[in-house]
């Protein structure tokens, strides 16, 4: 399928625009469109403009307001519980960070968890924001269900992405960034807009049987009739008992601790199949290096770390093992000087965002 790249400040314009005819107030829709633009130069398309689509339906149906009204519950020196507001994720929890690593620079840690939210793009975006600060940052989310847990075909549980982000004494810091599922369901939505067969063994039907035609997958994974895998895939031989387990840990902090909805309370719909707020759960975390280790000595072990990983024996065919970012980073070099890749089937999508919505930002598609 042809492809065109486009300049990412122009990708980030279209989209702040776009957000701010939908409604979204400007300061906010800059951080929204940073986040998804963010995560289009790092390489993860299932989670920029790709999505861009996603939010302004949601807005449009009802399900998430574009004024993000969120308020602190509770809070204590180290601590914030927090209600969304049912607003942008990405805006509640890029305030919330900002004040919870303020809280780990006066007291060693801050953390967080957040309530009645919506989807807040890529996981890792917010631990970034600690390593920016020469801090260690963790993120987590529950999501609406699509794994099924292991021995069990039903989507129970979300694809609960795990992020920690930790600076380095290289350029690029360590960044995990990873659902708990073997694939996150936007990576099959583009797989979708490529036109391209979902791989064997990342889902399965009702049946328990291997599922790839992309396009129903999409349609019965909201009909439970298809369910995602854990990392691992099925059964236990290969683990997959543990990503099911790591999914699970991710949904008690998003929703233990906040007292919020979990599994299928998230599916967005009521009982009579109407469209209603997914109501998602988060949970953020920040360690100040300075009160265990002097910041330089631990970016030098963890720079060292990387490079004893990276300079060991290599696989035949293979010259050169990354460690989690690594790719990322490279990703933002080549995309900031080549453009963002936008594939025919979604350019058609931006061209009817621009015209159901007014905006003047011209892509050149």
């Given at each position: 399928m042809k492809v065109s790249y486009i300049d990412y400040k122009k990708i980030k314009a279209f989209m702040k625009e776009g957000f701010i005819k939908a409604g979204v107030p400007k300061e906010d829709a800059e951080i929204s469109a940073e986040v998804l633009i963010t995560s289009d130069l790092r390489g993860?398309?299932?989670?920029?403009?790709?999505?861009?689509?996603?939010?302004i339906d949601r807005i449009k149906d009802g399900i998430q307001l574009p004024v993000t009204n969120w308020k602190i519950i509770k809070e204590t020196p180290t601590t914030l519980l927090v209600d969304g507001g049912n607003g942008m994720g990405h805006v509640v929890s890029y305030h919330v960070m900002e004040l919870i690593i303020e809280k780990a620079k006066k007291y060693g840690m801050g953390s967080a968890a957040i309530t009645n939210s919506t989807h807040f793009g890529i996981d890792g975006y917010y631990p970034l924001m600690a390593v920016k600060e020469d801090m260690v940052g963790f993120a987590f989310t529950n999501a609406r269900p699509s794994i099924a847990p292991t021995f069990g075909v039903e989507p129970m549980i979300g694809t609960n992405p795990i992020s920690m982000a930790a600076p380095t004494d290289e350029d690029c810091p360590f960044c995990i960034d990873g659902a708990t599922s073997i694939s996150q369901r936007g990576k099959i939505e583009q797989l979708e807009r490529e036109e391209k067969e979902t791989p064997e063994g990342w889902a399965i039907d009702e049946n328990g049987k291997p599922y790839t035609n992309t396009s129903?997958?999409?349609i019965d994974l909201v009909k439970r009739k298809a369910a995602l895998l854990p990392l691992g895939g099925v059964g236990e031989i290969l683990g997959g008992h543990k990503?099911?387990?790591?999914?699970?840990?991710?949904?008690?902090?998003?929703?233990?601790?906040?007292?919020?909805?979990?599994?299928k309370s998230l599916l967005g719909y009521d009982e009579?199949?109407?469209?209603?707020p997914y109501g998602l759960g988060h949970f953020f975390m920040v360690i100040n290096i300075e009160n265990f280790i002097p910041v330089d000595v631990f970016k030098r072990t963890t720079?060292?770390?990387?490079?004893?990983?990276?300079?060991?024996?290599?696989?035949?065919?293979?010259?050169?093992?990354?460690?989690?970012?690594e790719k990322e980073c490279d990703k933002i070099r080549e995309r900031k000087e080549k453009g963002?890749?936008?594939?025919?089937?979604?350019?058609?999508?931006?061209?009817?965002?621009?015209?159901d919505l007014g905006i003047s930002v011209d892509l050149g598609i």
């Amino acid at each position: 399928m042809k492809v065109s790249y486009i300049d990412y400040k122009k990708i980030k314009a279209f989209m702040k625009e776009g957000f701010i005819k939908a409604g979204v107030p400007k300061e906010d829709a800059e951080i929204s469109a940073e986040v998804l633009i963010t995560s289009d130069l790092r390489g993860i398309d299932s989670h920029g403009v790709g999505r861009f689509k996603m939010y302004i339906d949601r807005i449009k149906d009802g399900i998430q307001l574009p004024v993000t009204n969120w308020k602190i519950i509770k809070e204590t020196p180290t601590t914030l519980l927090v209600d969304g507001g049912n607003g942008m994720g990405h805006v509640v929890s890029y305030h919330v960070m900002e004040l919870i690593i303020e809280k780990a620079k006066k007291y060693g840690m801050g953390s967080a968890a957040i309530t009645n939210s919506t989807h807040f793009g890529i996981d890792g975006y917010y631990p970034l924001m600690a390593v920016k600060e020469d801090m260690v940052g963790f993120a987590f989310t529950n999501a609406r269900p699509s794994i099924a847990p292991t021995f069990g075909v039903e989507p129970m549980i979300g694809t609960n992405p795990i992020s920690m982000a930790a600076p380095t004494d290289e350029d690029c810091p360590f960044c995990i960034d990873g659902a708990t599922s073997i694939s996150q369901r936007g990576k099959i939505e583009q797989l979708e807009r490529e036109e391209k067969e979902t791989p064997e063994g990342w889902a399965i039907d009702e049946n328990g049987k291997p599922y790839t035609n992309t396009s129903k997958l999409l349609i019965d994974l909201v009909k439970r009739k298809a369910a995602l895998l854990p990392l691992g895939g099925v059964g236990e031989i290969l683990g997959g008992h543990k990503g099911y387990g790591l999914a699970v840990m991710v949904e008690i902090l998003s929703s233990a601790f906040a007292g919020g909805p979990f599994g299928k309370s998230l599916l967005g719909y009521d009982e009579k199949g109407n469209k209603i707020p997914y109501g998602l759960g988060h949970f953020f975390m920040v360690i100040n290096i300075e009160n265990f280790i002097p910041v330089d000595v631990f970016k030098r072990t963890t720079g060292e770390i990387v490079r004893t990983l990276r300079n060991s024996k290599k696989a035949p065919g293979h010259n050169r093992i990354y460690v989690a970012g690594e790719k990322e980073c490279d990703k933002i070099r080549e995309r900031k000087e080549k453009g963002i890749p936008i594939n025919e089937n979604l350019k058609i999508i931006l061209k009817g965002l621009k015209g159901d919505l007014g905006i003047s930002v011209d892509l050149g598609i």
